[in-house]
C-alpha cells in the first residue's frame, strides 16, 4: 500500500510559479513511476506529467510543454511539480499518482492516487 499526500497548491496571480509536491509512503519508491493529473471543475481528470521510476524519462502533456516540469528525489519518497507561467485555464485540483511499475503511463492507469491540491489562477 502506498499513501500519497501532496502540498504546495494555492491561489495565485496569472504568470505566477508553483511548485506542488508529494510525498509518498513506504520504501520502495524507485519502483513507482509517478505522476500528476488535474481535474477543473465541471471537466474530466486530464494528466498533466509523468516520470519512471529512477528518474531518467519524463511525458508531459502539451498543456504543460515549456511550463511544467515534473522531477523527483527518490531519497525523499517526493515528486515535484515545478508549474511556471500559470495562467486561469490552470485551476484545478491537482492529483499526484502512483503507478505500480517504474514505467510510465499518460493514461490514468494509475494504482494510487493523492487526495488532491487546489491551484487556482487569478487573471
Known amino acids: 500500500q502506498v499513501q500519497l499526500v501532496e502540498s504546495g497548491g494555492g491561489l495565485v496571480q496569472a504568470g505566477d510559479s508553483l511548485r506542488l509536491s508529494c510525498a509518498a509512503s513506504g520504501r520502495t519508491f524507485s519502483r513507482f513511476a509517478m505522476a500528476w493529473f488535474r481535474q477543473a471543475p465541471g471537466k474530466e481528470r486530464e494528466f498533466v506529467a509523468a516520470i519512471s521510476g529512477s528518474g531518467s524519462l519524463m511525458k508531459n502533456a502539451d498543456s504543460g510543454k515549456g511550463r511544467f516540469t515534473i522531477s523527483r528525489d527518490n531519497a525523499k519518497n517526493t515528486v515535484y511539480l515545478q508549474m511556471n507561467s500559470l495562467n486561469p485555464e490552470d485551476t484545478a485540483v491537482y492529483y499526484c499518482?502512483?503507478?505500480?511499475?517504474?514505467?510510465?503511463?499518460?493514461?490514468?492507469?494509475?494504482?494510487?492516487w493523492g487526495q488532491g491540491t487546489q491551484v487556482t489562477v487569478s487573471s
Open positions: 499518482a502512483a503507478r505500480s511499475t517504474p514505467w510510465v503511463s499518460t493514461t490514468q492507469q494509475y494504482d494510487y
